[in-house]
């Protein structure tokens, strides 16, 4: 497993030369909102579609 140090410097090293720095940030974001949802799915920490459906329309 990466460390996040080591997820950055590949996710920077992907990006093209004139990347801003905007676009490093939204990189590095994405990449942390994505990792933070596998973790809860890992963890079991979701509902079913079902019950986000009956949440929304409550």
Do not use: C, F
Not at 24 to 31: F, Q, R, S, T
Not at 34 to 43: R, S
């Amino acid at each position: 497993m990466q460390t996040a140090k080591q997820a950055a410097k590949q996710i920077i090293d992907h990006l093209p030369e004139q990347a801003s720095w905007d676009d490093i940030m939204y990189e590095l974001y994405v990449k942390q909102k994505i990792e933070k949802g596998l973790n809860a799915i890992e963890q079991g920490h979701t509902v079913s579609h079902e019950e986000a459906k009956h949440r929304l329309l409550k």
